[in-house]
């Protein structure tokens, strides 16, 4: 049985900082990517940080420069690493795996960005 469990979610005030983690089981993790993404109120869910599966990444426009992912491959975790958060980073962010046809998805975590 395939699951990813999210932690780390919390309420922060603008600029500052949280890191999420997501364990994996029951997938190969290394030759699955791996990727945050997020659905606020209203909104369609977007991907927010990309990891393939030989290491690249890539990151939304909104958050380059802000975000960082990650992964630990002995652990089967993969991380995110969010610096300077905005208002417009409320959401609740979900841990996903893939590879060919197979997508899993956590249930999600939420971050609050408020002041």
């Known amino acids: 049985q395939v699951q990813l469990v999210e932690s780390g979610g919390d309420s922060v005030q603008p600029g500052g900082s949280l890191r999420l983690s997501c364990v994996a089981s029951?997938?190969?993790?290394?030759?699955?990517?791996m990727a945050w993404y997020r659905q606020a109120p209203g909104n369609l869910r977007e991907m927010v940080a990309r990891?393939?599966?030989?290491?690249?990444?890539n990151y939304a426009d909104s958050v380059k420069g802000r975000f960082t992912i990650s992964t630990d491959d002995v652990n089967k975790m993969v991380y995110l690493q969010m610096n300077s958060l905005k208002a417009e980073d409320t959401a609740v962010y979900y841990c996903?795996?893939?590879?060919?046809?197979?997508?899993?998805w956590g249930q999600g975590t939420q971050v609050t960005v408020s002041s």
């Open positions: 996903y795996a893939g590879v060919g046809a197979a997508q899993y």
């Open positions: 990891s393939s599966s030989v290491g690249s990444t």
């Open positions: 029951g997938i190969n993790f290394r030759i699955y990517s």
